[in-house]
């Protein structure tokens, strides 16, 4: 009998698809022992790596990159640079929108999108437990970027958050603000969780708690930073510096502010988080935590590549450093404390 001389025809004579011959071929987990030896016996007269090189383009599926939302410029900038470097691997991207599903158990996705993909890499994602857990049980490849809001045994790559909003309240406390506020984001994916730990953290360290009128909830939203700007300066005493859980609300702040008259930062300081484009054009010039988009970006498709083909260095999460960039939104404090 003539060797299989293509994926497809090995396939067929292993009665497998050729998704399941290839990862067995690969050596890569999550195939059956009896399959993977039908396989492996249909192949031993071939040549293994002209099989995979051949099937490289052939059997290979785009990766799936995963949003909850297009609005957030972190998302955007983020999909933008996973695609590049998806392509550079030798994946096309193929975005997924789940607008609209944060609060539904996403009953299906898992499967849809494990027949339409080889991975997939889920940014800052709005899902239920349920929904995390139907990922975990799928073994399907799967990698989150800036997700802590549960515990999880997928691979995750985010920043330091946490130690990013303390390095911003260290600074304010630094400059003699006494009186500072936090904006919160929306807990679904941990990061506004975070940085409200490293606020508390900073104040902790400096023998302060946290003034519970001057932690005010937002969306991480542009409309959450104006409100929640107006909020605050309503207050008896309202703060003389805001931080802000993203830059998009820190924007909001900084508009609330001026529009009742008061300068930024000379009467209240005002802090992002992310170092958003806008963030270095906006007048002032934004302080705000810099993010290595980038870099997350490349480990987040190296780890995906590394799953999908069957090099899986293992879970665990991977985060990076960040840097406070002081700008013109911060300064000393000048009114009474």
């Avoid at 990061?191 to 104040?203: F, H, M, N, S």
Wanted: with cysteine; net charge negative; hydrophobic share 50%.
């Amino acid at each position: 009998m003539n060797a299989p001389h293509t994926l497809a025809s090995l396939a067929a004579a292993a009665g497998a698809s050729q998704k399941t011959a290839l990862r067995a071929l690969r050596g890569a987990p999550f195939v059956a022992p009896a399959v993977a030896a039908a396989v492996l016996a249909q192949a031993a007269p071939c040549d293994h790596a002209r099989l995979l090189e051949g099937a490289a383009t052939a059997a290979r599926r785009p990766v799936v990159v995963h949003v909850s939302q297009f609005e957030s410029s972190t998302i955007h900038e983020l999909a933008t640079t996973i695609g590049a470097e998806l392509r550079r691997a030798g994946y096309e991207m193929l975005l997924y929108s789940a607008i609209g599903q944060a609060e539904d158990f996403h009953g299906g996705a898992c499967a849809a999108l494990h027949a339409l993909c080889e991975g997939v890499i889920l940014v800052m994602p709005w899902m239920t437990p349920g929904f995390l857990r139907q990922l975990e049980a799928a073994h399907m490849p799967a990698v989150l970027v800036e997700y802590s809001a549960e515990t999880t045994t997928l691979p995750a790559v985010m920043a330091d958050n946490r130690g990013g909003a303390f390095k911003v309240v260290e600074a304010m406390l630094g400059a003699g603000h006494r009186r500072i506020a936090f904006v919160g984001g929306a807990p679904h994916t941990g990061q506004g969780a975070a940085r409200e730990a490293g606020y508390r953290d900073a104040l902790a360290a400096a023998g302060m708690q946290a003034h519970d009128d001057y932690v005010v909830p937002g969306d991480f939203t542009f409309a959450s930073g104006v409100q929640a700007a107006k909020r605050l300066l309503d207050l008896a005493e309202p703060p003389t510096a805001i931080f802000a859980a993203n830059d998009e609300m820190a924007l909001g702040v900084i508009d609330a502010v001026q529009a009742r008259g008061l300068l930024v930062p000379d009467e209240i300081s005002v802090a992002g988080f992310d170092d958003i484009l806008a963030a270095s054009y906006v007048t002032p010039t934004l302080t705000t935590v810099r993010t290595p988009l980038k870099a997350m970006s490349h480990e987040a498709v190296r780890r995906i590549v590394d799953a999908i083909e069957g090099r899986a260095r293992g879970h665990g999460r991977t985060e990076f450093a960040t840097k406070l960039v002081q700008r013109g939104s911060t300064g000393p404090m000048i009114w009474p404390a």
